[in-house]
């Protein structure tokens, strides 16, 4: 399963991007490149997922999907548990997961952050 690494893209807060803030989410895509829903609903495990922020250090999560709704971050709170851990950043992309694309990502505050894609692997 490719790690997939995002890096803020600029714009509001961060205007020349950060390599300090990232997400990184293992992913099964499809053959387009894609998240493949279908590989997330029939997977037993959760897939991880990792927020790492100055000042906050690492956060451990993982990777939601709803049909409805599409795809999400979960990030864990600080005691590891994993009950009512909130939403912490929906992903809204039409492209697929390759180094150099950009996706938008709506914070828990209704924020939405350009993110570009810097690692699949």
Known sequence: MPLVVLSPSGGTGLPEGSPEHRYEAQLTLDSQGFPDPNAWLADAAPWPARRFWPGQGLMDGDVLYDPDTGWALRFF???????????????????????????????????????RIVGVG
């Open 77 to 115: 709170r600080r005691d590891d548990s994993p009950i009512d851990a909130p939403i912490q950043a929906v992903i809204r992309s039409g492209v697929p997961c390759r180094p150099g694309e950009n996706m938008t990502i709506t914070e828990p505050d209704g924020q939405e952050y350009a993110w």
